[in-house]
């Protein structure tokens, strides 16, 4: 629930917090399995289109997100 809110708030800057964004990548990328699916299951999941995501990831680097949200459009 936590990660949902963190998410929408991201979501609703205008200009989403870098070090928060960069460091779920990481954790998407190198966390513990348990990690990585929390985060993609109550962050990722909550980006609703592809404009958040851009919103989110537009300047940081956040490659480990966008593959996720891509892969669960699919």
């Known amino acids: 629930m936590l990660l949902g809110e963190v998410t929408r708030y ?5 200009i989403p917090e870098k070090s928060v964004v960069e460091a779920l990548n990481v954790e998407l ?6 990690v990585r699916e929390l985060i993609a ?3 990722v999941e909550n980006i609703e289109n592809q404009a958040e995501l ?3 990831t537009q ?6 997100i ?3 949200w ?3 459009q699919d």
Request: glycine letters at 4%.
């Open 10 to 14: 991201l979501i609703a800057s205008a």
């Open 54 to 56: 851009q919103h989110l």
């Open 70 to 72: 891509y892969s669960q």
């Open 41 to 43: 299951v109550s962050f």
């Open 59 to 64: 300047n940081y680097s956040a490659e480990e």
């Open 29 to 34: 990328r190198e966390g513990h399995c348990e």
């Open 66 to 68: 966008v593959h996720q």
